[in-house]
């Protein structure tokens, strides 16, 4: 159970919405910290670090399946080109108890491409439309796919039309379009996610070009008016670095994006919440930096959060392994804002 009353998924879970995703982030959306984005807003769609085929079939499943029940609706990302193996870590998926199964065509790493999946698998939609009707043959949530655009520097709108017409003949229904191409040779990843130019007008074409389907805007998305914006014309839009780096922004979102009736939680109902996973993550012998270093933009933009950051990142105080330093650090940012704000004031 989390702080605010979260309860584990429900035994009929009604149709998942795409409204507001957070995004996979390798090294980044691990448990803890689909946790700590679950603490902040019960809504969005959360999804996990990319799990490749071969560390499914070949590795430590549980290291790469387990999650806490409170995470729930979590969407599982899988990177694999095999339309056999997909179904089989779609079917492990189902059996863990995630609520999607989400293939991976944007991720432009050389590593990715060497393994034949990630971006390069836009050049092959016919072999992704097998994938996807493989796991969908093999599992009852549903399959999706986040893709780019296109790849490399042809920036023509019918590559993004066929792909996605080609994955809705084989029954896809949701797509997660990161609104940029993937340069394949001689970009970074990282450089991946900021060089290519969004192409907003192209994944609202998408839209309007197949109604029927979920069409779902990703990238360069920072703050809640900017998803607004972007939700006059798709269905959803997914977060990423904005999520990660300024966390707080999640707490609006049940309100302000589902229209629902529900007090937005502070930093501290937020802080307390993460007091109580921690507690119980340390005594399954999780180390508390594991947590915390999720949460140290939670205070951004906010007076005291280079206090907030400096403590969260101290390794003396993190090798204590105490998940009170949490209420301690805001507690410290708080008293160093007072304590300016006196200073100012005399
Ligand atoms: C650290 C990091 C790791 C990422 N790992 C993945 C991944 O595993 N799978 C994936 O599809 N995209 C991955 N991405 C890309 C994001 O999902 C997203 O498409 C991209 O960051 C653009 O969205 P944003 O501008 O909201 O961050 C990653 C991004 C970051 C910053």
Known sequence: ???????????????????????PMMDWSDRHCRYFFRVLSRRALVYTEMVTTGALLHGDVPRHLDFDSAEHPVALQLGGSEPADLAACAKLAERWGYDEINLNCGCPSERVQK??????????????????????????????????????????????HHFVETLAA??????????????????????????????????HRLKRGFPGLEIVVNGGVHTLAEAEIQLAHVDGVMLGRAAYHDPYLLA???ARIFGDSCNVPSRRDVVDGMIRYARRQGEAGVPLRSISRHMIGLLHGEPGARTWRRMLSDPR??????????????????????????????
Request: hydrophobic residues 45%; neutral net charge; aromatic residues 6%.
């Open 1 to 23: 159970m989390l702080a605010s009353g979260y309860t584990s998924r429900p035994m009929t879970h009604p149709a998942l919405s795409h409204r507001f995703c957070t995004a």
């Open 115 to 160: 393994g034949a999946f990630g971006a390069c698998l836009m050049a092959e939609p016919e072999l992704v439309a097998d994938c996807v009707k493989a796991m969908q043959d093999a599992v009852t949530i549903p399959v999706t796919v986040k893709h780019r655009l296109g790849i490399d520097r042809i920036e023509d709108y019918d590559c993004a």
């Open 170 to 203: 084989a029954g896809c229904t949701t797509f997660l379009v990161h609104a940029r191409n993937a340069w394949l040779k001689g970009l970074s990843p990282k450089e991946n996610r900021d060089v290519p130019p969004l192409r907003y007008a192209e994944a």
């Open 252 to 254: 609006a979102v049940d």
């Open 317 to 346: 105080l993190l090798a204590e392994n105490r998940p009170v330093l949490f209420a301690g650090a805001v507690d410290a940012a708080d008293a160093g804002q007072s304590g300016r704000a006196a200073r100012a004031a005399a």
